[in-house]
């Protein structure tokens, strides 16, 4: 089946530092969709792309949609406590969804 | 934006007991729903997609007697963990999907933290 590499699997940075993770996949995708996940909760939609080369902008958020569909980047800059929890890509084809193993982020103040 | 509410939240139950989770769409109608299960500090395992009106369908190695699975409305889909046991203790998280420009976005419910003793 498709499966979807996502790195790094964990961060620990600094409050104020800029983030990227990303995912990769052998497979083609429609849309990819970025997640965050706090303890103890059902994951949030970020971000969802829906275009070859799209760059679209969420806040301090940034994901862009690969120009060859297989792979996502998501930036988040000047990161603040908040912002830890767990990130997950998912890319999505034919109305199923493929879900990265998720980034783990921690952010010292 | 498109609300998925999920309860109960949290539940401890004696081995042997059935428990029912329910899933519901709040604002959109979900022509499908899905249900995973999550261990700590992994990704999201798809257990099964509902689709209103029709029979769920399982991912291997998933036992359909033992997770049921009922989608009788655009808004509502259950899962009741039958007879639980330790192992069957995990967090248990449902999404929906819509109809339109929500299609091809997954919104989630809040979790079940299932604990069985």
């Known amino acids: 089946g498709q499966q979807l590499n996502q790195s790094p699997q964990s961060m620990f940075i600094q409050e104020g530092e800029d983030v990227s993770m990303n995912c990769t996949s052998s497979?083609?995708?429609?849309?990819w969709l970025w997640y965050k996940q706090d303890p103890g909760e059902g994951p949030v939609l970020l971000i969802a792309?829906?275009?070859?080369?799209e760059l679209t902008s969420n806040g301090r958020l940034t994901a862009q949609f690969g120009i060859t569909r297989k792979d996502s980047f998501l930036n988040i800059s000047a990161s603040i406590p908040s912002d830890v929890g767990i990130y997950f890509c998912?890319?999505?084809?034919?109305?199923?969804?493929?879900f990265g193993d998720g980034t783990t982020l921690t952010v010292k103040p | 934006g498109a609300v998925v509410s999920q309860h109960p939240s949290r539940v401890i139950c004696k081995s042997g007991t059935s428990v029912k989770i329910e899933c519901r769409s709040l604002?959109?109608?979900?022509?499908?729903m899905f249900w995973y299960r999550q261990f700590p500090k992994q990704s999201l395992m798809l257990m099964a997609t509902?689709?209103?009106?029709?029979?769920?369908?399982?991912e291997q190695g998933v036992e359909k007697d033992k997770f049921l699975i009922n989608h009788a409305s655009l808004t509502l889909s259950t899962l009741t963990v039958t007879s639980a046991h330790p192992e069957d203790s995990s967090f248990y998280i449902c999404?929906?999907?819509?109809?339109?420009?929500?299609?091809?976005?997954?919104?989630f419910g809040s979790g079940t933290q299932l604990s069985v003793l």
């Open positions: 999404s929906a999907r819509g109809d339109g420009e929500l299609n091809e976005k997954l919104f």
């Open positions: 792309l829906y275009k070859a080369g």
């Open positions: 604002d959109f109608q979900a022509t499908t």
């Open positions: 998912a890319g999505h084809n034919a109305g199923k969804s493929t």
């Open positions: 509902s689709n209103e009106g029709s029979k769920a369908t399982y």
């Open positions: 497979s083609i995708f429609n849309t």
